[in-house]
């Protein structure tokens, strides 16, 4: 068993992470006070891969600012103390005890995970969260497993509300608890949500090997923090085995099949301190770097990171032409370089978008935009008073705007498909995407036309017609269009982003400059 005060300091920050991811969430309030963003916004290799690639600070980013200094000072105590994956882990791991390690996994495995993304970001790439261990939790949970608790929630109390007949009236204010404070605000099936469950079940699968395995041999948030501990004051006492025994090189979770704590792979759970026959190990701020061995890893592998970073740069930055008009990002960016250096791909946007319109992309945006946030006007729009999705982004990828501002910011351009919307291709009147349309003066009007009908008599047709001027790009139109399959409307992505400006009048003008990629 872990001591008892980290075991509970565990199962606090495991609790915290799951309320506050359960709060992520639109629960009927236009403001999120407490997210699960908190987290990210503490992790350090989020700061180190921000910097890195944007090349600018953020105060966003102060708790991760602390948590280096607190890591100074103490060790490598988040992945003993605070780590909800950690914590996972240590909770499936039926017992303690010595294995067999995995051949492929022993040895600078992990200096090349961490160097790569470090050397990457250097060059403008930022993938850290792609292997960040709260980004690989958020989205299993966000994408695979909290779905399918809400689908199972809805599917059983359907079951049982038939079970129960006409007492079901009885039963229905537990369920609205329920939907209120713990289900999904909607049901959503998400893209890659099954490869992102495989990604944190192929963590769990790795205890069965060996204890820890994620955290000793892959993690490059716990590589990193191993490093900025090497220079910690706080040391265990004696440094090396004290005696026979061996009953400390048992309990470790992390070097017993090295040298014993080594100060980069101690995660400061004291198992030793506790369970110690002899009672002679402590733990002490103590001056001076005993214990921290020799500065892993070699010249070669920092060389080879470096150069493996370069390359995972350049061709990154190629992004399937064709795809680009259909690359829309959520309201605020401006900027498609600067977004995905800050963005952390943590999903977060994704799950409280109020009207469906944010999902994961896949190649879209190429191998660099891999879980980054698209809007898909086809299955969801954005809805035109919300700002939850700059609420929630740790690091401002998504700027946190108020409503009125938000509401000029410019995510792509409607454009009629002449050959699909029913004015145009079938001769009859269609006002749905105008009478949809958010914007107050409208964005999308209607004029009376004289047409050509279909079997050849004249009749008169009312048209639509997009102002370019004032549309935001909101998606409201393609997603309510009547047309089964492909839209009469779709939204298209422009190569500047200038937010709307308001006239003196009060009526929306558009920036200069709006063109299509």
Known sequence: MKPTSARISQLAFLALFLILFV???????????????????ADPLVLFSYLLAAKTWSWLLLPA???VVATLLLGRFFCGWICPLGTVLDLVTPKKRTRRPIAVLKGNLKYWLLLPILAAALFNLNLAGLL????????????????????GAREGWVGLYRLLGERRDAVAPAYELLHTYLLPFRETLYPLAAFSAL???????????????WCRNLCPLGTLLGWLGRFSLFKRIPVGLCSDCGKCRELCPTTFDRDLLAKEECILCMECQLHCPHQRISFRLTPGRTGAGPLLPERRVLLGSMATGLLLAIPARFRPPEKGLRLLRPPGVRNEDEFLNKCVRCGECMKVCLKNALYPAAWQAGMEGIYTPL???RLGYCEYNCTLCGQVCPTGAIPKLPASIKQREVIGKAV???????PFAKRIDCMV?????PIPSKAIRTREVEVLGLDGVRKKVKEPYVVEEICNGCGICENVCPL???????????????????????????GSGLGYQ
Do not use: W
């Not at 409307?489 to 422009?494: H, R, W």
């Open 484 to 510: 089964e399959t492909k839209a009469g409307i779709e939204v298209f992505a422009v190569t500047n982003r200038t937010p709307i400006a308001e006239s003196p009048g009060g009526e929306a003008e558009a």
């Open 132 to 151: 960040d261990p709260m980004a690989i939790l958020l989205r299993g949970v966000t994408f695979f497993l909290y779905p399918l608790l809400g689908l």
């Open 375 to 377: 809007v898909v006007p």
């Open 65 to 67: 600012l602390l948590m």
């Open 433 to 437: 995407c105008e009478e949809h349309c």
């Open 23 to 41: 709060q992520t969430e639109y629960r009927g309030h236009d403001e999120i006070n407490a997210a699960v963003n908190a987290f990210f916004r």
């Open 416 to 422: 009629f498909d002449k050959n699909h919307c029913l």
């Open 199 to 213: 990604a944190l079940l192929a963590i769990i699968a790795l205890e069965q090997f060996e204890e820890r395995n």
